[in-house]
């Protein structure tokens, strides 16, 4: 394995996220020495990146969630730094983070995705309740693993006002966004191939930050048990979601599966979660891929623009 020379697995970071990246980059670090790679932590948060090329690092396995890590900033530091880094490049990482612009392009390319409307405190939340009806979502528009995200059931513009602040601390852009009732399912893409879906069975629908990552009691199937066919259909779809964002390698697109058999993609993750909850791992248990394997196969696509 020394031909990917030394290591650097990329993990914690200043973002909201900062507490699962250290869970994902420890075991994708674990599984990486395992099979006799030189990989190192790295946190940014706590290291100048300039130093990677000082260390002798030869790769980046990026490990980390949110901002600064998913949104093309490190991508592009790499870029400057000549390090071969896993995941998408500047642009399609820029591009999958904000939901809003993800949403444009998915909407204007025929990819089925919600409805929504960008918010702000002095909205006229009538009309949104007025088009997007009851419930809807508030999502601050740059974040992940369900940090600022809202649940609105109700007409009471008082109370909807006091959530969309609370959602608004996480991000300037803040997206009103339709509910979407149904099967939660989840489609990975490792390269260039839709791997089984996996069907998200949370309690009472509620697939928060903490049913993530730390609760026993959300179900996961995979494979998914929805019809054959139908499967296939929106795994293609997946790739093609992923694909018009200008992602590569390896990522993870969220779905819900109405009962009349139409499906809505909410968003795409170019750097999925790797823990022990996270759902890449079990898609590619799925298809015959280990743990060590996906990392490996993972770390094989890094590379610079």
Not at 269 to 298: D, K, Q, W, Y
């Amino acid at each position: 394995m020394s031909q990917w020379g030394k290591v650097a697995v990329l993990m914690g970071g200043a973002s909201a996220e900062r507490e699962v990246s250290l869970m994902s980059g420890g075991n994708v670090l674990e599984a990486l020495r395992s099979q006799n790679i030189d990989a190192h932590m790295f946190d940014p948060a706590e290291r100048n990146i300039w130093t990677l090329r000082d260390e002798g690092f030869e790769r980046a396995f990026l490990m980390l969630h949110g901002r600064g890590g998913e949104d093309g900033v490190i991508q592009g530091a790499l870029e400057t730094l000549k390090i071969p880094y896993t995941g998408s490049g500047v642009m399609a990482s820029a591009l999958a983070m904000d939901k809003w612009r993800t949403k444009m392009i998915w909407r204007t390319s025929g990819i089925p995705t919600p409805r929504y409307l960008i918010v702000d405190r002095y909205s006229d939340w009538s009309m949104v309740i007025e088009t997007l009806g009851l419930p809807f979502m508030l999502k601050a528009a740059h974040e992940g693993s369900s940090i600022g995200i809202a649940k609105i059931g109700h007409a009471d513009i008082s109370k909807i006002i006091e959530t969309f602040s609370e959602v608004a601390k996480y991000d300037e852009l803040i997206l009103a966004e339709e509910f979407i009732a149904g099967e939660e399912l989840t489609a990975t893409i490792l390269d260039d191939v839709a791997l089984p879906l996996v069907r998200i069975a949370a309690p009472e629908g509620n697939y928060d930050f903490e049913h993530k990552y730390f609760s026993d009691d959300t179900c996961y199937f995979c494979p998914s048990g929805i019809e054959t066919d139908l499967e296939e259909k929106i795994r293609e779809d997946a790739l093609w979601a992923f694909n018009i964002i200008g992602c590569r390698t390896w990522g993870r697109l969220d779905v819900i599966l109405r009962e009349d058999g139409t499906w809505s993609f909410l968003e795409i993750n170019t750097v999925p979660g790797m823990t022990a909850h996270s759902l890449v791992p079990m898609a590619a248990r799925a298809a015959g891929i280990t743990f060590e394997r996906l990392c490996l196969m993972i770390l094989e696509g890094a590379h610079v623009a």
